[in-house]
């Protein structure tokens, strides 16, 4: 109904293509978010509006673990109000899962935007970077 209406839209048109109690919304151009992360976001999500990952210092939008329902209906209100998509979260105000725990289970690659083929060779050093500096340890 809501042509080029963002990701709010997006959001609320995933979320009414599912029964799920949960769901885990992930950006296309971050192909780097890892399991580890994952589960921790779905385990904190539990009981709750949803998580999301605290990371360089700031609320990150995705990846976003949404209770479906909750989800559902703060989007139907967020659409007819024309908000955006930090509007949503701070309506939704998931539990964030802390920094520290997220730098334990995931390297700055999971928060990287690949759009672009320099993206995706910036995200490869980056890994790769990121693999030797945890052997180290």
Do not use: K
């Amino acid at each position: 109904d809501r042509e080029d209406a963002g990701p709010v839209a997006g959001l609320a048109t995933a979320l009414s293509a599912t029964e799920a109690r949960y769901a885990a919304v992930l950006p296309c151009d971050r192909p780097a978010v890892g399991t580890a992360l994952l589960a921790r976001l779905i385990s904190a999500a539990r009981g709750e509006s949803g998580s999301v990952a605290r990371f360089d210092g700031r609320r990150q939008p995705f990846p976003l673990v949404v209770h479906v329902r909750v989800g559902r209906s703060t989007c139907r209100r967020m659409l007819d109000a024309g908000a955006s998509l930090a509007s949503l979260l701070a309506e939704l105000d998931p539990v964030e899962v802390p920094e520290a725990e997220v730098r334990a289970l995931a390297s700055s690659a999971a928060f990287a935007d690949v759009d672009e083929p320099a993206d995706l060779r910036r995200l490869e050093a980056l890994s790769a970077a990121d693999a030797r500096t945890r052997g180290r340890r």
